[in-house]
Each structure stands twice: as C-alpha cells, then as structure tokens.
C-alpha cells in the first residue's frame, strides 16, 4: 500500500459517520487499529460473513434465554429457608383476627393462614401490625402477605397481586327463610330495614333514588334491623356479610337473596414480584376449597348456618 493509499484510508476512518460504517478491529501489527469496512468485506468473503453471522444470532437467542427466564421468587426462597410464612395482620376485628386472653392471635384468618401453610411444610408466622401499615410492611419485606379481612384496592394493583376473594362482606339483601323474594324489585310496596348511617342504609337510599319502591325502616343497630326482619316487621333487611353470618351463625333463620349489592371482597395480598408464591396460594386455596376446609373454618369462626337462603 502506498503513502497515498495509506493517506486516504487515515482520512476514510477519521470521517464522522463516512458513507460506509466502520468498525474498529484489532490489527496484527502490534496495538494499531485498522479500519474495517464490514460491507467491502461481506462482498469479498460471503460465506464466511454469513457463517459469523448465524453465530453471533445463535450465542444472542442463548444469552436472551438465560437472562430473560423465569424471574427468580426471592420471597418464596427466603420462605424456604426459614421454614416459615410471615403473615402480616391487625389482630383487631374478630372473628377474622383476634388475641386471646394470653396475647395470641386467633380467628379465621390465623386458621387460614395456618392452614395454608400446613400444605407447604412450614409454619404460618403471624406478625401483628397496624391496618393502615399492612400494605407497607408487604411492600419492604417485612411480611410474605397480607391475610388480615383486607378488601382488595383497585389503587394499589402496581405493586400487590390480590388473589380471589375468599369471604364477600359486601352490602347484601337479606330475608327469612320462607320468603318469596329473589331480588330487590321484588320488595316494592314492602318494608325493609336498615341500620342508620351504615353501608345498608347509604345502598337503600341509592336504590330509592334510582326508583325502587320500598320503604326504608331505620335502626339504632344492626341487631335491631336483624330483630325487625326476624319477627317479620320488616319484609327485609340490607345488611353487610360479616354481620349476616354471624346472625346465622347465632341461630337466626335469614339468608342472603340475589348477589351482591356493594362488593367488599376480602382477599390475600402479596408483592407482585413473588410469582411462585402467588401460584402456590393457588393451589393451596383450590385444595382447601375442594377439600371443604373452607367451609369448616368458616363453621368455626361463624357457627352453622341454621336455615336461608344461602
């Protein structure tokens, strides 16, 4: 190559962008860099180009497998290695969670938990903490889950995965055992009774307004508008579902008519960066619920359904 040659090729490389790309390679003499042309060189040398290039495809789809595979569950890990499953609660609304009288926590959700546990071969640790705190303490680790009557949050779906309910304590209409009705617009012209200023009494003000035809019967308490259904003053009752069963539970003869009329859903919450503990609640919940375990835990908390419609 002559010095003209050499001049050219100098003034090629130092041209920003140039009108081919170029790359940089080692040369053999030494530390100095040659400039390469990959086009030129793929016309000169064709098979070989494509032999590199069906290389360099290959050991990318392999690194793309080994770093985009199944994301690890550190959650899950640290589960495993403690032997335990830390349960986040607020021991303060019985008969989902409570203390006993030597400072215990019991309840429905300690049994779920417990049992939930059970079919992985660790135990359930329950860790008391304020209601308003509970998503936090998810969100740093200091928890695996929530399990605390906690009602699913549309706001909070970034970060927490809510599995499906297991208990509805939504706004429901409620009637005795040998009534007619199947839904509320079949109580026009009748009587139902409500709380005042409960969830109810807000869900039969709305319904008035949007038409329906009932007069609402106001109580002081929840145990007198049940009381009003029971010695039929009432033709019916709005009432929430913690409330209803453990009315049934408590031997009164009512049941729940239609679905739901404002959903409160209560649910188990964990961090959306635990898949593998999210799959084995799954599959946890759907073995206690085909294996009746549910039901039986809710005959513990809430006592047997004595008649209803439920």
Excluded at 96 to 124: C, K, N, Q
Excluded at 198 to 226: N, T, Y
Aim: negative net charge; hydrophobic residues 45%.
């Amino acid at each position: 190559m002559t010095d003209k040659d050499r001049d050219r090729e100098k003034e090629t490389l130092a041209a920003p962008g140039g009108s081919d790309r170029q790359w940089l390679v080692a040369g053999s003499n030494g530390n100095r860099w040659t400039g390469f042309d990959v086009r030129r060189s793929f016309e000169r040398r064709p098979r070989l180009w494509i032999a590199v290039l069906i290389l360099a495809l290959a050991v990318g789809g392999w690194l793309l497998l080994r770093t985009s595979g199944p994301a690890v569950d550190e959650t899950w890990l640290m589960m495993q290695e403690r032997g335990s499953w830390r349960v986040g609660m607020d021991p303060s609304f019985p008969p989902f969670e409570m203390l006993d009288a030597e400072g215990a926590p019991i309840g429905y959700d300690v049994d779920l938990a417990r049992e939930i546990a059970a079919t992985w071969g660790l135990e359930a640790e329950i860790v008391a903490i304020g209601f308003d705190s509970l998503l936090d303490a998810l969100l740093v680790g200091r928890v695996d889950a929530v399990i605390s009557a906690f009602p699913f949050n549309a706001r909070m779906t970034k970060d927490v995965y809510y599995l499906p309910p297991y208990f509805e304590a939504g706004v429901w209409l409620a009637a005795r055992a040998d009534a007619p009705y199947e839904e509320i617009a079949d109580l026009d012209g009748g009587t139902v009774a409500v709380e005042w200023g409960s969830r109810g009494d807000a869900i039969a003000r709305r319904l008035q307004r949007e038409g329906a035809e009932f007069e609402r019967m106001p109580f002081e308490s929840s145990e007198k508008a049940i009381q009003a259904l029971v010695s039929s003053a009432s033709d019916a009752l709005l009432i929430d579902g913690v409330t209803l069963r453990l009315a049934q539970g408590e031997g009164k003869r009512i049941g729940a008519v239609g679905d739901v009329l404002d959903e409160d859903p209560y649910v188990i919450a964990v961090s959306v960066k635990a898949p593998v503990l999210r799959g084995a609640l799954f599959e946890a919940m759907a073995a206690l619920e085909e294996g009746r375990r549910l039901d039986l835990l809710e005959e513990r908390w809430f006592g047997q359904v004595a008649g209803g419609n439920e």
